[in-house]
């Protein structure tokens, strides 16, 4: 093995977790450059180069390492993994640079901090902290005790801030839950943060974001935001008689954002634009919250990896609230562990209302139970996502004899009254429906040429530069006089003369003329561009996607979380023809063929949207209504063999593949 040089090069790393570190990453490096300079060590990294780096996400750079946004107990990071390998391989390195032993981590086990320092130190390296030189060691040098001792008590303070930090902020929030005010988050749709004075009284609406220290001031969440709560008022007038996927369908359709359009989540560190589209969970979680009938309701879900909040105080992880991998997982904490308070507004609906909308989706659940959904630890990865043409309704999973099958919808629902026993097993589909995944999708000259697909798009959307930052330009103009209406709005309604009133409603008037206008430009700029979205984005998202593929599709058939997940991601749907065969002597239907489609390709054939709750189903069936997609409706065993059908049925191996 060559030697390392006394005196070489230089790598430093840090780790950010807030942005609240009492020196900033640039004034870091600039303490790295000083030593390095002192002791003669080659350095490159600058101030500007992690400024840079945090800018673009990026954990490497040249001799800088860095995690930025990464909390210290997690101790595979993209950048101090990368600086380990470097200065683990790279033997024209010397020295190490970290400002502090809580920048390297903040373990939960100390000892897995010390780890990394011998690591480092058996390979020959220098580690330099600001308070600290270790030198290298060799794998033959006694231990220091006393080093070891150091470096441990080191880290089990490190890792105890994590835990003491955990601690404080849950005793603060208790109290803050006890008198009713936010201990932080979102406020739910149709709310917003107020400060609040330390008589209770709301003085202002806060800014996004915005975060005021005054003494005796607390944020609280009011129903506020006019527009929103329209939305809100038809929700709570549609969701007793409608199905919430018909309601998200009726919002979508007349294009009102959702709560979270215009929103980045991180997806693998990957800020990805919502769909802002509404779906069933986000109605039916806006319908159902506590805080329109002026209660909150702290605790409800438990998250974070150290300790968790309870009406008592902080409680300890225990096992169920870790993830088989090992991994914190957030769970949904028992009704005695929820802190409840009442809060200081009028409620939004009555307690009586409340309390029967809560309980007619509880009945609707309980139809869905077992059929479309996993339930506990059962397979059902194709659950919400295979359909029988013959009749237009989904396929529920359907347990028989410790087989678990997908069984058409309609023929259960209606109790055998409709369509036709059409079953498939589903453990054989399900690796059907992967083999073509695999097949088709994961091949490394498919998925290769997937990504320049995607490059070159983004390479073209870039080109388009100046119409993108037109609409973007319009889009903000729009939003910033919705919100000004928003506000005119409500101060118009709380005028108390009538001349107040009057004197507001020439700039009433102009903003909607502007709103009108503004919306009706976006819509032209928005035809004619191809797409509205930011494409760098966009790809790298996808990529990422990608990337998870094909960890996904090589799981064995045993993981079907993963399996459904994969089908999620990709959207995959089934949809599947039956025919009646003799077999035996005995008729049966079997799938004659179908369309196994990806992503956001249409359905081969109509599909059944109406009710799916058995009484109704009896009801409409007494009355002589239809019940499936097909305008005939289907009675029982009248299908006949398709004839444009000629595949396999025993296998569903001529299945067409479309993408
Ligand atoms: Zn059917």
Not at 24 to 51: C, D, L
Not at 192 to 211: M, S, Y
Not at 580 to 589: A, F, H, I, K, Q
Request: aromatic content about 6%; hydrophobic content about 35%.
């Amino acid at each position: 093995m060559n030697k390392r040089p006394e005196i070489g090069r230089g790598l430093f790393y840090t780790r950010d977790s807030t942005g609240h570190s009492d020196l900033s990453p640039p004034q870091y490096v600039a303490w790295a450059r000083r030593e390095a300079e002192k002791i003669g060590v080659t350095f490159e990294g600058t101030p500007e180069a992690i400024t840079a780096m945090i800018k673009r996400n990026l954990s490497e750079l040249g001799d800088v390492y860095l995690d930025f946004g990464i909390s210290g107990n997690h101790l595979s990071r993209p950048g101090l993994d990368a600086f380990r390998r470097r200065a683990l391989s790279d033997r024209s390195i010397s020295h190490v640079f970290a400002p502090r032993r809580d920048r390297i981590a903040r373990p939960d086990d100390p000892v897995d901090g010390y780890k990394i320092e011998k690591e480092l130190r058996q390979a020959g390296l220098t580690v330099i902290f600001m308070n600290e030189v270790l030198r290298p060691s060799s794998r033959g040098d006694r231990v220091d005790v006393a080093e070891i001792i150091t470096s441990i008590i080191a880290y089990d303070s490190s890792g105890k801030f994590r835990r003491e930090l955990a601690e404080k902020l849950i005793h603060a929030k208790i109290k803050l839950a006890e008198r009713g005010f936010s201990i932080g988050g979102e406020p739910p749709y149709g709310f917003r943060r107020w400060l609040t004075g330390p008589d209770g009284t709301a003085k202002r609406e806060l800014e996004d974001g915005e975060i005021v220290k005054m003494s005796g001031h607390h944020v609280t969440w009011l129903p506020t935001s006019d527009r929103e709560l329209r939305v809100v008022q038809r929700i709570l007038d549609l969701i007793e008689s409608t199905p919430v996927t018909r309601i998200a369908r009726i919002l979508n359709g007349e294009g009102i954002p959702s709560p979270k359009a215009g929103r980045f989540r991180l997806v693998r560190r990957v800020a990805v634009a919502n769909s802002g589209l509404w779906n069933a969970n986000t109605v039916k979680a806006i319908a159902t919250h506590p805080l329109l009938v002026a209660c909150w309701e702290y605790g409800r879900r438990a998250m974070g990896d150290q300790l968790r909040l309870t009406p008592t105080g902080p409680r300890p992880l225990v096992d169920g609230d870790y993830r088989p991998d090992g991994r914190p997982r957030a769970v949904v904490n028992p009704a005695d562990g929820v802190i409840r308070t009442a809060a200081g507004f009028d409620p939004v609906i009555t307690d009586e209302r409340h309390d029967s909308i809560v309980q007619v989706l509880e009945e609707r659940g309980r139809h869905l139970k077992g059929k479309s959904r996993t339930r506990g630890d059962s397979p059902n990865p194709l659950g919400g996502r295979i359909y029988d043409l013959n009749c237009g309704w989904l396929m529920y999973r359907h347990e028989r004899r410790g087989r678990w099958e997908y069984l058409c919808g309609l023929y259960q629902n209606s109790q055998a009254k409709c369509c036709s026993h059409n079953v498939v097993p589903g453990d054989a589909t399900t690796g059907f429906v992967l083999a073509c995944l695999r097949q088709r999708a994961l091949t490394p000259t498919a998925l290769a040429k997937l990504r320049s697909r995607l490059e070159e798009l983004a390479a073209a959307e870039i080109g388009g530069g100046p119409a993108r930052s037109r609409r973007e330009a319009c889009r903000a103009e729009l939003s910033e006089v919705e919100l000004k209406l928003e506000k005119v709005g409500r101060n118009m309604a709380l005028a108390e003369t009538p001349e107040e009133s009057r004197a507001m409603a020439p700039t009433l008037k102009q903003l909607r003329a502007d709103s009108v206008r503004l919306r009706k430009q976006l819509d032209d700029l928005e035809a004619s561009a191809p797409t509205g979205r930011d494409p760098g984005r966009e790809v790298e998202a996808a990529m990422a996607v990608l990337d998870r593929l094909g960890d996904l599709a090589d799981s064995q058939g045993n993981d079907y979380a993963s399996i459904g997940e994969l089908f999620r991601r990709i959207d995959a749907r089934l949809y599947l023809r039956f025919r009646v065969e003799r077999r035996d002597n005995r008729m049966v239907n079997v799938p004659g063929g179908g369309v196994l489609t990806f992503g956001s390709t249409p359905p081969p054939g109509p599909l059944y949207d109406g009710p799916t709750d058995r009484t109704i189903l009896r009801a409409r069936l007494a009355s002589g209504e239809s019940v499936a997609a097909s305008p005939t409706g289907i009675p029982p065993g009248s299908q006949s063999p398709d004839p444009g059908v000629s595949w396999s049925a025993k296998r569903l191996s001529g299945i067409v593949f479309s993408s």
